[in-house]
């Protein structure tokens, strides 16, 4: 009798457990849906907002073409929304990600440089086209 209860207690477990796996696989599921959509609705703004970006900045250009800096002034403001924007929102904590060092400093140097030139020089190429 003992042994009888004994095997009831286990296939107890094992039913609770596979219901646990259940729940935890649906679980997981859930929460990998719910990133998918975020990525899809993030990926589907980002893609119209650089769609409206590129229409405006063609606007610009069309409508100041006297203007020799434009292309500059634009690129100045692009790169310091990216970098005021974090700050702001983040409410200055973006700060302790910096590197602290020249060295750990240099290659986001280099990396700000060419985006800073392909960013004004696309932008001045609106001129010449």
Known sequence: ???????????????????DDKSQKTENSEKVSAKATET???MAVFFFGMVFHEIAIEAASKRF???EALAAAL???QFGSCFLLPMAIS??????TFPRTLKALLPYVGLSI??????GLATQSLRYV
């Open 114 to 119: 060419l985006v800073f030139c392909a960013t």
């Open 65 to 67: 073409s006297e203007l």
């Open 75 to 77: 690129t100045l403001f």
């Open 91 to 96: 409410r200055g904590k973006a700060l302790e």
């Open 40 to 42: 899809g609705i993030y």
């Open 1 to 19: 009798m003992a042994g009888n209860n004994n095997d009831e207690e286990k296939s107890l477990l094992t039913v609770d457990v596979s219901k």
